[in-house]
């Protein structure tokens, strides 16, 4: 029986904000930017070219937090729709639209997906996922990441 995944539109609301503020620093040349009322310097975003690029990133995350989360390798590959990427647990998969729109070769979405291979408990979106997801997010891009993610979570209502 899987639990309800009630979370999932507040997780959501929260990455697209945060990848909105990724956006705007990215653009403005990733300087301070004021971060509900504290100056924080935001770590630059990867951005990837192919399916292949994606790969390579996700065997470096698996290999350098490998001591913090034990897991099998990762399988990527490309996806006919456009409109979101997604992770298959019960091949290892991380699925990402590569043709059309490149909206999810991007390090946050990558780092989403990777979290859902971390996290396996239900529901899917649940507080074991968004506390894996900032845990991640800091190791890998910095604790400006993680503090962004905890932040917005928080402020959507997401546990």
């Given at each position: 029986?899987s639990?309800?995944?009630?979370?999932?539109?507040?997780?959501?609301?929260?990455?697209?904000?945060?990848?909105?503020?990724?956006?705007?620093?990215?653009?403005t040349?990733?300087?301070?930017?004021?971060f509900?009322?504290?100056?924080?310097?935001?770590?630059?975003e990867?951005?990837?070219?192919?399916v292949?690029?994606?790969?390579?990133?996700?065997d470096?995350?698996?290999?350098?937090?490998?001591?913090r989360?034990?897991?099998?390798?990762?399988?990527?590959r490309?996806?006919?729709?456009?409109?979101?990427?997604?992770?298959e647990?019960?091949?290892s998969?991380?699925?990402v639209?590569e043709?059309?729109?490149?909206?999810?070769?991007?390090e946050?979405v990558?780092?989403?997906?990777?979290?859902h291979?971390?996290?396996?408990?239900?529901?899917?979106?649940?507080?074991e996922?968004?506390?894996?997801?900032?845990?991640?997010?800091?190791a890998?891009?910095g604790p400006?990441?993680?503090h962004?993610?905890?932040?917005?979570?928080?402020?959507?209502?997401a546990?």
């Open positions: 029986m639990l309800r995944d009630i979370q999932r539109s507040k997780v959501y609301a929260a990455e697209t904000f945060v990848r909105t503020i990724f956006d705007r620093a990215a653009e040349g990733l300087g301070p930017i004021d509900f009322g504290e100056q924080i310097t935001l770590p630059p990867a951005k990837f070219s192919s292949e690029a994606v790969q390579d990133y996700v470096r995350v698996l290999e350098l937090v490998g001591h989360w034990p897991a099998p390798s990762v399988r990527v490309a996806r006919r729709g456009v409109t979101a990427a997604h992770y647990p019960t091949s998969t991380i699925a639209p043709r059309q729109s490149r909206w999810a070769l991007r946050l990558v780092l989403h997906e990777i979290a291979h971390l996290s396996s408990a239900a529901p899917a979106h649940g507080p996922f968004t506390g894996t997801f900032c845990e991640l997010a800091a890998v891009m400006e990441a993680g962004v993610l905890r932040v917005v979570y928080a402020k959507e209502g546990r």
